[in-house]
């Protein structure tokens, strides 16, 4: 089971702004979320708070940090799924997706590779 914190979808996009904009003041993080998600100040600074709460990002002197890198909280994402819709298997899982997307050659052998690596 995975130890990353749950992230809903709309803490997700906050969080795909505070990383590619990491370390940054809350008040400039407050007006790229006002621009990027029509957020209000007031709004960000409780998805901050409730965020650090649960131990997905820092805020020390009003300086926001992530606790946890957008590979973890995707691989935890796609665990849950899993296990939810496919009874934690994995190939029922790739067997779904393969079925739906229109896989070229190229991403069948990047899949492999990924496969063959262990997912490193």
Known sequence: ????????????????ILWANQPIQSA???????E????SRTTTYTVIKRLSERGVLKNEN????ALV???????ADVDELIEKRF???????????AKKQKLN????????????????
């Open 87 to 97: 009874e934690g298997s994995l190939p029922a899982f790739i067997a779904a997706f």
């Open 69 to 75: 890198t957008k590979d973890e909280v995707q691989r």
């Open 36 to 39: 990027s998600l029509g957020w």
């Open 105 to 120: 050659d190229a991403a069948v052998e990047e899949i492999k590779r990924i496969i063959e690596k262990g997912g490193e």
């Open 1 to 16: 089971m995975s130890t990353t914190p749950k992230i809903f979808e709309s803490e997700y996009r906050f969080c795909l």
């Open 62 to 65: 009003s300086v926001v940090s």
């Open 28 to 34: 400039a993080l407050a007006a790229l979320c006002k």
